[in-house]
Structures are given as structure tokens and as C-alpha cells.
């Protein structure tokens, strides 16, 4: 294999599993009041999924225009504050359960996907048009968050 295909694959596996494993719906979470247009649990494994091996089709597709224009680090960069950001938003929300914390984040979540979407046109269109399902799913994600935030204010710290 490839690095493209190594770095890709690698990114996509630890965001899906990391997040997964980060993310208990457990009681408190289906205490919570949510929104009468939240999709099912069950969607959300398959729709990050899908999400994600669309991103790391994306960074296969642009790697090597990346490489001759003297780019290569800086789109395996976006990648990675990508990662870090959107790694985030889980273990905020269900580990430390606290929604409101992790509507702080998702915006820096929502500028790196924008980040991707936009800078990597400039070695791929395809590559460009295969984040915007990421974006658009970080935006619905985001209006769900907000509004769990405003049917269940305040929220505090459990110890």
C-alpha cells in the first residue's frame, strides 16, 4: 500500500473507532429532552461511516497534486487539526457530558471541515465535493447540539 492510502485509512479508522468508543448512550444520554427531528442512534455509526471513507477518498485523491505543487504537509496538516477537533467533540459531550462545552468546540470542527472543503479544490474538485457530506452532517450536528443544549440548560459538572 501506498502512504496516501495508509495515512487515509489510518485517519478514517481512529476518527470512526475513536469516536465510537467515545460516544456511550448510556442513561444520561437518553434522559436527555432532544429535538423531535433527531435521527435514530442507530444512523449515526453508519452516516460517519461513510463520512469518513468519503474524507479519506478525498485526501487519495489530492495527494499526489499536493506532493508536486510542494504541499504534501500541508494537506496531511488539515487532516490532522481536522482529527484533533473533531476527536474532541465526543469524549466533551459523553464522557465529560457536557453539551454545552462541546457547542464551544464544534465550531473549530465545523472550520477545519470548511478548511478541507475549500483548500482542497485546489488538487481535486472531486476531492472538494467528497467533504461536503462531512460538512453538511457537522452542520445538522451542530443544530442538533444546540438545541439539546437549549431543552436541557444548565448543565453541570458530575464528579
Not at 12 to 35: C, F, M, N, Q
Not at 54 to 61: E, G, K, P, R, T
Not at 71 to 88: E, R, S
Amino acid at each position: 500500500m501506498t502512504f496516501p492510502i495508509i495515512f487515509a485509512v489510518a485517519w478514517a479508522v481512529l476518527l470512526g473507532l475513536g469516536g465510537g468508543l467515545l460516544t456511550s448512550i448510556g442513561e444520561w444520554y437518553r434522559d436527555l429532552a432532544k429535538p423531535s427531528w433527531q435521527p435514530p442512534d442507530w444512523l449515526f455509526g453508519p452516516a460517519w461511516t461513510i463520512i469518513l471513507g468519503l474524507a479519506a477518498w478525498a485526501f487519495v485523491l489530492c495527494w499526489d497534486a499536493a506532493q508536486a505543487s510542494g504541499q504534501g504537509g500541508f494537506l496531511i496538516g488539515l487532516y490532522v487539526v481536522n482529527a484533533v477537533f473533531h476527536f474532541l467533540w465526543s469524549p466533551i459531550f459523553f464522557t465529560l457530558k457536557r453539551p454545552d462545552w462541546a457547542l464551544i468546540e464544534v465550531p473549530f470542527l465545523w472550520l477545519s471541515v470548511l478548511a478541507l472543503t475549500v483548500f482542497l479544490r485546489e488538487f481535486s474538485v472531486l476531492a472538494s465535493w467528497l467533504i461536503v457530506p462531512y460538512l453538511v452532517w457537522v452542520t445538522f450536528a451542530t443544530l442538533l447540539n444546540w438545541k439539546i443544549v437549549q431543552l436541557n440548560k444548565p448543565f453541570v459538572q458530575n464528579n
